[in-house]
């Protein structure tokens, strides 16, 4: 069965400095890999998207993942962090079979932002 | 725009009682899905639904119906509530990356 594990449950970075949520996935095959964002008393909106293919991928407001195969693993990444990046971040990855699209999700990783 | 839109916000239920939260899209989206989140979990699929008319069980189902009258309406029903099922439930619509509503904040007393 597919499995999305995120190690830390919680990461303080400074702003302006570099960021990396760490996410490892169980699934048999080639997944289908995502991230999202819950900024407070939201839903949850898409960051990016990973299909086969180029393993980094580029998301909005300057985020990027990129995809392992030998570590089954999706970090997502940073280069400058602000302050309103502060929310709950979730690693799912997908058994899509047609347009269905089955998401499987980590526990989240609360990010806070120091000033 | 794509929209997914949950009623209520906020519900404040007894135990025994029945609740029915509902969903709404604007995006012509075949399927769609309710979750629920609760903290160290993640989200937990409950149930979903390819099309009017159908539902499926999902990862965690007991203690749960769903119905999909149309093709924009998507509710969950808890017919006997219990203090177990209070959490954060979100609905969502679409294919390849479903599209989230805003969640309902339930507590069941």
């Known amino acids: 069965a597919q499995s999305v594990t995120q190690p830390d449950a919680r990461v303080t970075v400074s702003e302006g400095a570099s960021l990396q949520l760490r996410c490892k996935y169980s699934?048999?095959?080639?997944?289908?890999l995502f991230w999202y964002v819950q900024y407070p008393r939201q839903g949850l909106q898409l960051l990016l998207k990973?299909?086969?293919?180029?393993?980094v991928v580029q998301g909005v407001n300057g985020f990027e993942a990129e995809f392992s195969k030998s570590n089954s693993s999706f970090h997502l990444r940073k280069a400058s962090v602000h302050w309103s990046d502060w929310a709950v971040y979730f690693c799912?990855?997908?058994?899509?079979?047609?347009?269905?699209?089955?998401?499987?999700f980590g526990a989240g990783t609360r990010l806070a932002v120091c000033p | 725009e794509a929209a997914v839109t949950q009623s209520p916000r906020n519900k404040v239920a007894v135990t025994g009682g029945k609740v029915t939260l509902s969903c709404n899209q604007t995006?012509?989206?075949?399927?769609m899905y309710w979750y629920r989140q609760d903290t160290g979990h993640g989200l937990r699929l409950i149930h979903y639904?390819?099309?009017?008319?159908?539902?499926e069980k999902g990862d965690i189902p007991d203690g749960y119906k769903a119905s999909r009258p149309s093709q924009e309406n998507f509710s969950l029903i808890l017919e006997l509530a219990t203090p177990s099922q209070t959490s954060v439930y979100f609905c969502?619509?679409?294919?390849?990356?479903?599209?989230f509503g805003e969640g309902t904040r339930l507590s069941v007393l």
């Open positions: 639904s390819y099309g009017a008319g159908s539902t």
């Open positions: 799912a990855v997908s058994m899509i079979s047609g347009s269905f699209n089955k998401l499987t």
């Open positions: 969502a619509s679409g294919g390849q990356a479903p599209l």
């Open positions: 699934y048999f095959g080639t997944p289908y």
């Open positions: 995006n012509n989206h075949n399927n």
């Open positions: 990973y299909y086969p293919g180029d393993p």
